[in-house]
């Protein structure tokens, strides 16, 4: 039986359906009728209060009337304006756990919302946890319990195995379970969590996380509200050995709309979620057809184990496909050993005996080819795995039988391996392959694909715990309208290695001023309304002696007087010119759901030209900061590429982790801080960030923060 606080929700010992229907082809009618088909072993209450017996149980005209102390959970279908209603009597009746099965909440508008607040008010009074509103609803298989209307469980049982799917959207999330249950993957549970007024998709995979039932998770989502409480559960699902496999949409501005209207989420932004979540151990997957691969590869094998592929084909140009889908995913296609290959090549001459290894049609007539093939890949090779394309021949009356018994006669002895066979072929033939302990797929690539992401989730599995970052108090300092003097002032006492400056209201006060450095200048205008000062002429460089820097500030003002004439200019800032080195942005902004995070890039203009960045949650450590330093493409540029000396890696690790931990106190009330560029000196010589930019959040943005930017 599951336990945890979703238990009431996943393994009720009893059911109350509000707005229960006779009819059983309705909404109101299909989770009692699929209850009472299924054999549910616990109470069944139908609530119906023009009726006095739906679909043969006695039926009452409100929840107050069923005749047992307590209720575990209530399945509602009933007019959204009646259900907060509905939620305060069964909360009378000691309710746990609610499905909302009703839609025209917060999906719809302003009403709506506040409709669905009264409900979760009412929810909440009661400690009631809350499925919905707008759900499909939830189904445990090999209980009986189906609080669902899904079709999924209209034609036939479904069968049971290690898969959980835990989807936003309701009707796409059972269409992936139809896929996945068509592949031949057992379902243990299914959930639709849809407007998420209470229970989200984090709760249900910390849920699935514990349950005994699941080994591998799916889930759909369309925008995540709390993403620090999402990577927990991710956690505690790889802690226990299960691989996550998602498919979230939202990646283009038009999809991210789209979600807002159809579950009323915030999709947040699309970079930073796949950052964070791959980080975490997701498997993030872009097609349904990507999404049902993966889960049917992890539902049948385990993770793939190392990066050795063998390729077994009948055309040369198959092999040159998919040797060409290995590369891209990262897989090494070692050739066979010397013994092996001549031993195969004296029996097919004209084909390759070493990775690839192509048998041509000589197998049609032999398919003891195919057989001493794959036992030496397995036996010899070495291979973790081995990807094999046959086209049509499964499907032949004459070829298909006997070539299925080779390739299983090859596979003895290493049933811990995946061997994946590429086939045009129909269902029975498919399920022939699959039973002989074959994976089955319509295309070469697409189980390369499915093989290599299935060896990443195996190296996630087996990693080192990777806690979510311990959010510090959050600090009251007002951060509203900061100059670049201002924003240097406050980083430089955070621990943030910042060049000098000196500041003046007028051109003689900062020519003055500026004489304290015995080195040219950087001369920049001072307000907290510009934040691209070049582009409007407000920076000047390589300024030596007075008078230059006088003419050049007074003429300044000029231009950004003209070009900015509602900004308030406060004067001239000046700082020495920095020595060279990698130049690098580093900054810090608070998600909408995963509160602060870090970006690492190369900085000045080629942030922009290459987009060559890293994203981690703040806080991070030293370590951590140097980890994202390493994950660039520019990396080599900061480790000495082409024999120039390399960069100081560590005081920039040190100012990116004192950078985020400013974001991470001050994330209540900022909305980002930049450095850029921050200069890495040669090692040994520290690293000097040179501009500095921080916003504040507007009092609305203050208003709606997400629930990871409180304070801890």
Known sequence: MDTGPLASLFSPRSIAFIGASGDPTRIGGRPLSYCIRDGFAGGLYPINPGRSEVQGLPAFATVDDVPVDTIDLAVIAIAPELVPEAV???????????????????????????????????AAAANIRLLGPNSLGVFANGSGMCATFSSLLESRDVPMGPLGIVSQSGAYGAHLAMLARARGVGIARFVTTGNEADITVADCIAHMAIDPAVSVIGCYSEGIADGRAFLTAVEAARSAGKPIVMLKVGRSEDGRKAAQSHTASLAGDDAVFDAVA??????????????????????????????????LTVSGGAGVLMADAAARTGFALPPM?????????????????????????????????????????????????????????????????????????????????????????????RRSFDAAGMLVFDDPSHAIDALAASRRLGQTLARSNV???????????????????????????????????VTARTPEGIARAAAAFDTPVALKILSPDIAHKSDIGGVALNLQGATAIHDAAAQMWSRCAAAA??????????????????????????????????TVGLGGVFVEIFRDVAIGLAPIDEAGALALLRSLKAWPLLDGARGARSADVHAAAQAISALSQFAARHRDHLSSVEINPLIVHPAGQGATGLDAVIESKTTDEMRNAAPSSKAA
């Open 467 to 501: 806690p979510v970052p311990t959010l510090p108090a959050s600090t009251s300092l007002a951060l509203h309208r900061l100059d670049e003097a201002q924003a240097c002032n406050l980083l430089s006492e955070a621990g943030v290695p910042m060049t000098r400056t």
């Open 278 to 311: 791959r980080a975490a151990g997701v498997e993030r997957v872009d097609t349904t057809q990507a999404f049902v691969d993966l889960l049917y590869t992890l539902a049948r094998k385990p993770p793939v184990a190392g990066e050795r592929l063998g390729v």
């Open 88 to 122: 305060r009597a069964a909360g009378r009746k000691g309710v746990r756990a609610a499905v909302i099965l009703s839609s025209g909440f917060a999906e719809v508008g302003a009403a709506g919302a506040e409709l669905q607040q009264a409900m979760l008010a009412g």
């Open 565 to 598: 004439p509602t900004a308030e200019l406060r004067g001239f800032l000046a700082s020495p010119m920095a020595a060279r080195g990698v130049e690098l942005l580093v900054g810090c902004r608070v998600d909408a759901a995963f509160g602060p995070i870090v």
């Open 337 to 429: 050993p010397a013994d092996a290959q001549a031993r195969l090549a004296r029996r097919v001459p004209f084909g390759s005996a070493v990775n690839p290894i192509d048998t041509t049609a000589q197998a049609m007539n032999d398919a003891t080819l195919v057989r001493d093939a794959t036992r030496a890949m397995l036996d010899e090779g070495g291979y973790d795995a081995v990807a094999t394309f046959f086209m049509n021949w499964p499907d032949s009356p004459l070829l298909g039988p006997p070539l299925r018994a080779a390739i299983a006669e090859g596979m003895k002895g290493h049933e811990d391996r995946i061997v994946a066979v590429a086939m045009n072929a129909g269902d029975e033939t």
